[in-house]
């Protein structure tokens, strides 16, 4: 069984242009990391030429389904019953991004048959965890 997901999804970025043109993304989800989700646009897609990724989590995302959530770098909420709007904050400005709920939906069951939320603490392993940060403590 794989332990990663990824989707691409087409976002349609949200700018003072008219109709810009859909740019391509991909959701990402690690089983070694079961709270996180990541959003990537490759470096064709951004101002910068670079890629960009951005993490947050998972329970935002899935929350951002139903009403607006987040307060920090990433904000979600609804846009219709169809699209999902995802806010992203950065101290260079900010990208507003639609993509669309079902697409959404269909990671998130994903993810959730790979690691269930109510599972994602059994994913840790502590004592590698504790180890690794006690290496370089003394």
């Known amino acids: 069984m794989s332990t990663v997901i990824e989707q691409p ?6 700018a003072a242009a008219p109709r810009m043109p859909n740019i391509p993304a991909t959701l990402r989800y690690d089983r070694s990391e079961p709270f996180a989700v990541r959003m ?35 904000r979600v909420r609804p846009y219709g019953y169809d699209r999902t709007v995802l806010e992203f904050h950065a101290p260079e400005g900010t990208a507003v991004v639609h993509i669309h709920s079902a697409d959404v939906r269909s990671f998130l069951e994903a993810t959730g048959d790979l690691v269930s939320e109510d599972r994602e603490h059994l994913q840790f392993d502590l004592d590698r965890g504790l180890a690794e940060l006690m290496r370089d403590a003394c």
């Open 9 to 14: 999804v087409e976002a349609r970025l949200v």
């Open 40 to 74: 990537t646009f490759p470096a064709q897609a951004t101002l910068e030429g670079v890629e960009v990724c951005w993490t947050f989590s998972r329970e935002l995302l899935a929350a951002g389904l139903e009403g607006p959530e987040g307060q920090g770098d990433v």
